[in-house]
Structure formats: structure tokens, C-alpha cells
T-cell receptor, first 113, second 112 residues
Framework: GESVGLHLPTLSVQEGDNSIINCAYS??????FIWYKQESGKGPQFIID?????DKRQGQRVTVLLNKTVKHLSLQIAATQPGDSAVYFC????????????FGPGTRLSVLP | EAQVTQNPRYLITVTGKKLTVTCSQN?????MSWYRQDPGLGLRQIYY???????DKGDVPEGYKVSRKEKRNFPLILESPSPNQTSLYFC???????????FGEGSRLTVL
């Protein structure tokens, strides 16, 4: 079936720098995307979502960008903090697939002091 | 406190011994789902439910059963567990079909 993938399985950034985590999706019919954060030993936590009729959405210190032309999704974290260290997943829902979220394999973000 | 509760959190069992992982949410969400998480594969959906008595297969339903007799509960049943079902399992719920998923803390299952 369709899959969502992530560039770079690991990412290391200096504390205070901005982080960019990328995601490529293959189903052009997907109309809803979410980013989740998973800390060690915990369940995933919602960060931010975006629908296909938008290109950009901002939250607190996070921005999600959607480029439908190249089927690319990115999560930008401003002023990265030690508490941002986690695995980040993107997920999509293909249109008409009810609640069948498709998750990417994840990117591990490490924040260096 | 709004939460999704799974039990047990850890379980070691043997091949063929039926087991149930319970999931309960206190947010009155209509949508609930089960995922398994394996290294390098991310989260894969097993089953989901859009309402009481309404369930549907996800991407990896083989070897699993679910039921949704009450809105708050969505148990995952392994009738005859096999070693390839050793995994970390997550239950999730949401208010809307394309809305934020609230995940439980996970249940780590080992089948010997």
C-alpha cells in the first residue's frame, strides 16, 4: 500500500538552533497530515496537523510546511531545547480511508548541549 | 485527567495462549484504534473503530481481533499468539476521524 517515509533516521542539533525534520509521502490523495513526538517509554503525542488545502501552519515554536507538488512535509522546531529530544513521526490519512492513519518510520532528534 | 489506559503494560506469554490487551478512554471519543510499533517500521494500524459495534481492519489485522461493545473500551484480542506478534502495542482514541490521536502509554508484549 501507500507509505509515508522520512528522510534521515537521525538528526543532531545544537541547543538553541532550529531543527528541520522532513517527510516524504507517496499518496497524492492524502488530505490530512499530522506530526507526532514520541519520548522514550511513552506513547506518541500530537504536535501539529495540517490539511491539504494549506501550505503552512504554525504552532508554538513549531511550523509544518506542506509541498503538495513534490509530496513533501516538514516540521520546523525553533530554538531547539533538550526537551525536544525524541522520535518524530509524520502521518497521513489518504482521502476516503476513514481513520486509517499511515505513519512514517520516524526520525530521532538529539539535542546537543 | 483525560487519558487512554492500556493494560497490561508488560506481558510475556507463550505461543498459543490467548490473551487480551484492554484499552479504555475517558474522553467520550467515538474513534479508537490499535497500532503496533516495531523497530524500523514505525506505527502500523491493526484495527480501528468509528463507533460502538463498528470496526474495520487496518494495515496488519492478521492474528488479531477487536470488539467495541462500549464506547469507552476497545480490547485487542490475540486468540493464538505467535512470536511474530512480539511488539509494542498502542491504543489511541480521537474525537474526529481526522483529528488528533490520543495514545496510551503502550503495552510491550513478548511471545515465546
Amino acid at each position: 500500500g501507500e507509505s509515508v517515509g522520512l528522510h534521515l533516521p537521525t538528526l543532531s542539533v545544537q541547543e538553541g538552533d532550529n531543527s528541520i525534520i522532513n517527510c516524504a509521502y507517496s499518496n497524492s490523495a492524502s488530505d490530512y497530515f499530522i506530526w507526532y513526538k514520541q519520548e522514550s517509554g511513552k506513547g506518541p503525542q500530537f504536535i501539529i496537523d495540517i490539511r491539504s488545502n494549506m501550505d503552512k501552519r504554525q504552532g508554538q515554536r513549531v511550523t509544518v510546511l506542506l509541498n503538495k507538488t513534490v509530496k513533501h512535509l516538514s516540521l520546523q522546531i525553533a530554538a531547539t531545547q533538550p526537551g525536544d529530544s525524541a522520535v518524530y513521526f509524520c502521518a497521513e490519512i489518504p482521502r476516503g480511508y476513514g481513520q486509517n492513519f499511515v505513519f512514517g518510520p520516524g526520525t530521532r532528534l538529539s539535542v546537543l548541549p | 485527567e483525560a487519558q487512554v489506559t492500556q493494560n497490561p503494560r508488560y506481558l510475556i506469554t507463550v505461543t498459543g495462549k490467548k490473551l487480551t490487551v484492554t484499552c479504555s478512554q475517558n474522553m467520550n471519543h467515538e474513534y479508537m484504534s490499535w497500532y503496533r510499533q516495531d523497530p524500523g517500521l514505525g506505527l502500523r494500524q491493526i484495527y480501528y473503530s468509528m463507533n460502538v459495534e463498528v470496526t474495520d481492519k487496518g494495515d496488519v489485522p492478521e492474528g488479531y481481533k477487536v470488539s467495541r461493545k462500549e464506547k469507552r473500551n476497545f480490547p485487542l484480542i490475540l486468540e493464538s499468539p505467535s512470536p511474530n506478534q512480539t511488539s509494542l502495542y498502542f491504543c489511541a482514541s480521537s474525537l474526529e476521524p481526522t483529528g488528533e490521536l490520543f495514545f496510551g502509554e503502550g503495552s510491550r508484549l513478548t511471545v515465546l
